[in-house]
């Protein structure tokens, strides 16, 4: 609203001001709409600042690093002067957690909220000696997060002691229990209703209730609940650097159910109300999609990577990016029990190599984690081949023939590259998403593991 009425203002100031000059014709006032007209533009972008002194920390560099729900974002950048002062800007629409990092220092989060402050900091060995000035945001969060961890703390102990009372000594520490739960409650009602701050604090609160559940399982449904009322599609949360945190935290949670069946259950019903809360946003739905695909994956949770699969491959009212597709097809097509596509290369083809096993891998010269796995992968190769009958067939997305050279000219296994990159038929074929990509396939051809990397696949084939 806000925004709309100095939209409106600029716009009357400015008809007004076009107004004038065409009647008067007078330089001055030529020059006093120039002048109005950029001063308007510097309103617009309006920053707010940072000024902070940390007196053993002069001359060092230092960063503001912000939160976008799977990224952090870069805000700005700056070095402290000869007394250890500082300055720096954040935009007015940023209004979230930030991470303020200095070289040689300690690290400190901070909130952004169309605030200009003052941090001042004399011991870094000493936190009652941050002060800050001219912010709410921030003396509200550093009191909530102290009464917070104090009470979950205390809750923490009374559920241990309860374990060990019974009569009335157990009612007792019951009543108390509840008395501190009550405080937890209502602990974001002594700050102002909208600010940052009190939107943090329930975050937490929420991260502490995981927490707790996990160590005592009869309290997971009511952080089952909690969970999936969360909105997804927040900005506000997407700036807080704990989407990522509560994800996985809540879904590793979902572990410790006793009950595989109920595990699943609850496991499948949160899936839905996390993708369901971004069914408005399609690019972060997609996003928040392929993050827990990977969390399960590497987790081992092949159900609920498959579900999570088939819930975006089956979906009409979002148009997946081709990574997405490949990488949710990948599962469905290139499940664990599947026979995988044949492979043609030079004079040969996959399904000839006569081996007991068979490892295809996906990789470029370009790859980081290709550069650490392919070595790994030529120092195992004489036991993967004498002791287990196993073949490689390594499949380079390279697309410049002399880097794949280079890169592979003492492989002692089967290395094969045809230039076209991502395009190639064997990366479509199995609907590579990223490299290092691995598959092991038994002497029929049909797809028995999907190693995360070389060690996964030795400590598989020890047992064999």
């Known amino acids: 609203m806000q925004a709309t009425l100095k939209a ?73 002067d000869n007394s250890g002062r500082f300055v720096l800007e954040y935009p007015k629409n940023y209004s979230g957690i930030a991470l303020l990092q200095v070289e040689n220092g300690p690290t400190l989060n901070v909130i952004l909220n169309t605030e200009n402050f003052e941090i001042q900091w004399d011991n870094l060995q000493d936190f009652t000696t941050l002060k800050y000035t001219n912010s709410p945001e921030n003396d509200a969060i550093i009191k909530g997060m102290t009464m917070q961890q104090e009470t979950v703390s205390k809750l923490s102990g009374l559920n241990y002691l309860k374990t060990l009372y019974d009569g009335q000594r157990l009612k007792v520490i019951a009543k108390e229990i509840k008395r501190q739960e009550n405080e937890l409650a209502a602990l974001s009602k002594k700050f102002p209703e909208k600010s940052y701050a009190t939107y943090y604090l329930e975050l937490r609160k929420l991260v502490d209730e995981i927490t707790l559940a996990g160590n005592y399982p009869e309290k997971i449904a009511v952080a089952e609940a909690r969970f999936n009322s969360v909105n997804f599609n927040d900005s506000k949360l997407h700036h807080s650097g704990l989407m990522v945190p509560i994800l996985e935290s809540y879904f590793q949670l979902l572990e410790n159910y006793g ?5 699943n259950t609850s496991t499948f019903a949160s899936i839905d109300a996390t993708l369901k809360s971004l069914a408005s946003n399609s690019l972060l739905q997609q996003e928040t999609a392929a993050h827990l695909f990977s969390y399960f994956e590497k987790r081992s949770q092949s159900k609920a990577a498959e579900y999570v699969a088939q819930k975006m491959l089956n979906q009409s009212n979002c148009q997946l990016s081709e990574k997405n597709t490949n990488l949710f097809e990948q599962y469905r097509k290139m499940a664990v029990g599947n026979t995988a596509p044949d492979i043609a290369f030079a004079d040969n083809h ?3 190599l006569p081996n007991t096993y068979k490892l295809v891998v996906f990789g470029a010269s ?15 190769y004489a036991w993967l081949h004498n002791a287990k009958d196993l073949e490689i067939l390594y499949i380079s997305i390279d697309t410049d ?5 280079n890169f592979y000219k003492d492989a002692p296994f089967i290395t094969f590259c045809d230039t076209q990159g991502w395009e190639t038929k064997a990366a479509k074929d199995y609907y590579v998403a990223a490299t290092p990509t691995l598959y092991l396939l038994d002497k029929n051809n049909k797809i028995i593991l999907k190693p995360n990397a070389i060690a996964d696949l030795q400590a598989w084939l020890k047992n064999k």
């Open 401 to 405: 023939p002399l880097e794949y050279s």
């Open 8 to 80: 409106a203002n600029f716009c009357v100031t400015y008809k007004l001001l076009k107004l004038i000059i065409t009647m008067h014709k007078s330089y001055l006032l030529k020059k006093l709409y120039i002048l109005l007209f950029f001063l308007s533009l510097a309103i617009q972008a309006q920053t707010y600042q940072i000024v902070g002194n940390f007196p053993a920390l002069k001359n060092n560099r230092l960063k503001l690093t912000g939160y976008t729900a799977f990224k952090d974002t870069l805000i700005a950048s700056s070095a402290l």
């Open 350 to 352: 996959l399904y000839a």
């Open 259 to 263: 009950n595989p069946e109920k595990s």
């Open 366 to 380: 370009w790859c980081p984690n290709c550069q650490e796995e392919y070595p790994k992968l030529k120092e195992s």
